[in-house]
């Protein structure tokens, strides 16, 4: 039986390529990755879908591999759950208001439908 080095959800060349996509971001470490796989299950067991610096500060402080960067992360705030689950709050927001500018383009439309449609003749295709 094989012994992985690091047990991770994730697909790890996959996000590694997707941190590398920035152009910014030049060579990554394994560790750095093995650190946002930690963040985003942290992220995803909270049901949420926003990666802070707080989820960030609490894997490396729930991770030991880690150690060497609490002093790094010490001023960082610690992680509430609003932190999370506040996007996902903003998200119905903005559904509720697509909603209505939808309705209101529908309702423009059959105002539009009830009017008469009218050709309006092209003064270069008339013959004088």
Not at 93 to 110: F, G, I, L, R
């Amino acid at each position: 039986m094989k012994h992985k080095k690091y047990q991770t959800r994730f697909p790890v060349g996959r996000v590694k390529r997707i941190m590398q996509v920035d152009e910014e971001v030049g060579k990554v470490s394994q560790l750095s990755t093995i650190l946002v796989y930690k963040s985003e299950e942290i992220v995803k067991s909270r049901s949420g879908n926003k990666l802070t610096p707080s989820v960030l500060k609490m894997a490396v402080e729930s991770t030991e591999q880690f150690d060497f960067l609490k002093d790094l992360v010490e001023k960082v705030p610690e992680l509430k759950d609003e932190d999370i689950q506040g996007a996902k709050k903003r998200k119905r927001k903005d559904a509720t208001a697509n909603t209505k500018v939808k309705e209101e383009s529908d309702q423009d439309a059959t105002d539009s439908e009830s009017e008469p449609l009218t050709r309006k003749s092209n003064p270069k295709n008339e013959k004088d």
